[in-house]
């Protein structure tokens, strides 16, 4: 990507998923020219415990970042 080209990137729901991937995007993006935009509908993080079941002993990070590494 040459400096003068611009991205936009949207990343749609601000939960656990939608927090993690605008973090993971703005770190690996620091030098580039994007612009990341999350969009939730409501202004307040409401945190929800995850179930044990859902991570088969994994924490949450784990699991995304498994989810973001699959094509």
């Known amino acids: 990507m040459s400096s003068t080209e611009s991205h936009k990137i949207v990343v749609l729901g601000a ?4 927090m993690i991937a605008a973090t993971y995007l703005t770190r690996g993006t620091r030098k580039a020219n994007v612009d990341i935009t999350l ?3 409501s202004p307040r993080f409401t945190e929800r415990p995850i179930p044990d079941t859902e991570l088969d002993d994994r924490t949450p990070m784990q699991c995304l970042r498994q989810l973001l590494r699959q094509e």
Not at 15 to 18: D, R, S
Request: avoid cysteine; proline fraction near 14%.
């Open 15 to 18: 939960g656990y998923a939608g």
């Open 39 to 41: 969009v939730n509908p």
